[in-house]
């Protein structure tokens, strides 16, 4: 009870003051002295609310520049393996192939290679190639035989700071020609006839600087040099010249020089030398390539000095992910004109009255490659060509007017222009083909037409692979008609002609078709057999007059590697 006592006494005491205060509530309070309207720093909070940001901030990044070339790896596009035709993967690298066969007119062919296997520091390969025929054709002097044989020796080796490479060939070429030796006319023609043959010899070297890091310098020197045995005369000829190389950013710097000399037979009308100074600069990106560069050659011949500053620019653009290419250039060259390269186009060549060398002064292409789909492309280009002093043939005629197959050179300036078209494309596993058309335009200055030079060219070439060890190759060539003309020969005695270019003559040559047809059977990935069909419709064309090309003819033969 006692307890129960206390606590109520307790209570009381506390609710006295609550009591006495609340009945006071309606009492007016006046308070005198200085009244403070903020709440005192102690009763404020001590921090502020912040805003905090979703997004990570990172530092900005800095790049140091390395001025070192440093090796990307390329990866190239993949090829739809079925594009490829394997017919048997190749366990090892082979070192040698050999091909050779033989046909009607006891025409032969040999095709040898050996290669060294592949090294980083050297290689050597070896190559050697054969076509001889008895001709078989009755309208021409021992029915047209011929005889051309090429052995070329190419050699590699690269060493730390530098590549050397070179090569060498030699060159036979054989002909029976019908040649006006001497105006005497109790000679038959088959008495004038000769078998003449022109030895070429070719060689080249090149020396390379390595360039290890961006800032090198990039050089190259390189040399040619030429023999060919004409009749009883010879020329001579050798090239050098040498280029460098700098690249700074996106640009690359350059310049070549060289110096062009070339000498035929003891006159010295026929001795001439080609300078050339060449800077340029080329950029290269994903997309572009351009190069603009002045080209100063000098034409040194007959104790005359002629100089002239041609361009040198190239363009092209990769567009649309891959599918159309533009391209564009625009140059201008001196042309050596010489023997060995003569040659081999016009073996019929009898007199060279003096070789001139030509200046092209444009040479204008303008052009686009263009994809249509995975396995098919389309070219098409424009060019434009105006040169002085382009190198024709001109069949000598004797002033007795009897005919002849022997050949002289003339001179006159050229305006070409030409229209190109090329369709190539894969169109299954088992066939692929490439097939082009040519439109040529010429106007000339003296002669009334350019001689030898055809209006319309086309050509087909078509591959079908049967049943992967069979192969069907087919060869379809057009060239439309052309200008053969012919120069007026006078002869002193028994002397050698003299070849005048007055009162030329001229014909024309019709337009073929020559059509190709061969077979090949694979044995193994070694051994395979083949069999040629050539000129299937026994077209009768001749491409230069008076000298007809083989009329039907077949050649089978073996190839072999290992």
């Known amino acids: 009870m006692i307890k129960k006592a206390l606590y109520i006494v307790s209570f009381s005491a506390l609710l006295s003051p609550v009591l006495m ?57 993949t090829i739809v393996p079925a594009n490829l035709r394997i017919l048997e993967p190749l366990s090892s690298l082979n070192r040698f192939y050999a091909k050779a066969g033989l046909g009607l007119y006891t025409t032969s062919m040999a095709d040898i290679y050996y290669n ?17 025929s008895k001709g078989g054709i009755d309208e021409l002097p021992n029915k047209g035989a011929f005889s051309d044989n090429k052995i070329a020796l190419n050699g590699r080796v690269m060493g730390k700071k530098a590549k050397l490479d070179g090569g060498l060939e030699f060159q036979s070429i054989g002909r029976n020609v019908i040649q006006p030796l001497y105006n005497d006319a109790n000679l038959s023609s088959r008495q004038r006839d000769s078998k003449v043959s022109h030895e070429i010899v070719r060689a080249n070297a090149n020396v390379i600087k390595l360039q290890r890091k961006r800032k090198d310098l990039g050089l190259e020197l390189n040399t040619k040099l030429n023999y060919t045995r004409f009749y009883d005369d010879s020329e001579l000829g050798f090239l050098i010249g040498a280029g460098g190389s700098k690249k700074m950013g996106n640009e690359i710097f350059g310049a070549k020089v060289s110096a062009d000399y070339n000498k035929y037979g003891n006159e010295p009308t026929n001795a001439s030398t080609i300078i050339k100074i060449s800077p340029q600069v080329e950029t290269n990106t994903e997309q572009f390539y351009v190069k603009a560069g002045l080209s100063i ?69 303008i052009g686009a490659r263009t994809k249509l789909g995975k396995n098919a492309s389309f070219d098409f280009n424009y060019r434009f060509q105006n040169t002085d002093d382009h190198l024709f043939y001109a069949q000598a005629l004797l002033s007795t007017g009897e005919d002849n197959g022997v050949y002289t050179l ?104 020559d059509l190709g047809l061969g077979f090949e059977y694979r044995y193994n990935r070694r051994l395979s057999a083949f069999v040629n069909f050539n000129n299937v419709l026994s077209a009768k064309y001749q491409q230069f007059n008076p000298y007809q090309a083989q009329r039907f003819g077949v050649l089978g033969g073996l190839s072999y590697t290992f």
Do not use: C, M, W
Request: glycine share 4%; charged share 20%.
């Open 21 to 77: 205060a609340q009945s006071n509530l309606n009492q007016e309070v006046i308070a005198v002295g200085e009244r403070e309207l903020q709440v005192k720093e102690v009763y404020k909070q001590a921090f502020f609310p912040t805003e905090e940001d979703t997004v990570v901030r990172k530092k900005e990044s800095s790049y140091q520049i390395d001025p070192v070339l440093y090796k990307t790896k390329y990866v190239p596009d």
């Open 116 to 132: 060294s296997l592949r090294n980083r520091k050297t290689g050597l390969a070896i190559a050697f190639n054969h076509r001889a």
């Open 297 to 365: 050659q000098g034409n040194l011949q007959d104790s005359k000095s002629n100089f002239s500053f041609f361009p040198n620019i190239e363009f092209r653009a990769i567009l649309a992910d891959n599918k159309f290419t533009p391209y564009a250039s625009f140059t201008g060259n001196y042309l050596r004109n010489n023997l060995s390269e003569i040659l081999t186009v016009n073996p019929y060549l009898y007199d060279t009255q003096s070789l001139k060398n030509s200046r092209e002064k444009i040479n204008l292409l």
């Open 410 to 513: 003339i001179y006159d300036n050229l305006k070409a222009s030409t229209v190109s078209l090329e369709l190539s494309a894969i169109a299954s596993r088992k066939l692929e083909f490439i097939t082009s058309f040519q439109y040529h335009s010429y106007t000339t200055k003296v002669l009334s037409e350019a001689y030898y030079l055809p209006n319309l060219e086309s050509k087909l070439v078509a591959k079908y692979t049967i049943q992967k060890k069979l192969i069907v190759n087919l060869g379809l060539s057009f060239i439309g008609e052309r200008t053969a003309g012919e120069s007026l020969v006078a002869t002193g005695g028994d002397s050698e002609p003299l070849i005048s270019l007055r009162a030329p003559i001229q014909s024309t040559l019709k337009a073929y078709a």
